[in-house]
């Protein structure tokens, strides 16, 4: 078993950062990858895919948020960071962190991210 919980949303400015935490506990060592997906309102019904660290430190971005986004691992502290850069309107939205492991889907409860002047 494995749990799941995100923090660090919040309001900002367009053009404006933030750092969204997947902290991790449970058995932490079987986990493979850790993802970020959202919803936003380009996507109200299914959450798209953001970003993913394996366990070696692979990292993996979509096209949306290449260049702008950076995610990055804490094995010590058994946390994931996403350093979201040059914010816009569009990535308003709610922040997941998941893994799978097996047939077993994790996901955390969410962290809402709102982008507005």
């Known amino acids: 078993q494995v749990q799941l919980a995100e923090s660090g949303g919040g309001l ?7 750092r969204l ?3 991790a506990s449970g058995n932490t060592s079987s986990i493979p990858y850790i993802d970020w997906f959202r919803r936003t309102a380009t996507h109200q019904h299914e959450r798209e895919w953001a970003a993913q660290i394996t366990a070696r430190g692979t990292t993996f971005y979509a096209d949306t ?3 702008r986004f950076t995610i990055s691992r804490n094995d010590l502290q058994n946390t994931v960071t996403l350093q979201m850069n040059n914010l816009k309107p569009d990535d308003t939205g709610v922040y997941y962190c998941n893994t799978r492991i097996s047939h077993s889907n994790y996901w955390g409860q969410g962290t809402q991210v709102n982008v507005s002047s």
Do not use: N, T
């Open 12 to 18: 900002v400015q367009p053009g404006g950062s933030l």
């Open 21 to 23: 935490s997947c902290a």
């Open 65 to 67: 948020v290449q260049g």
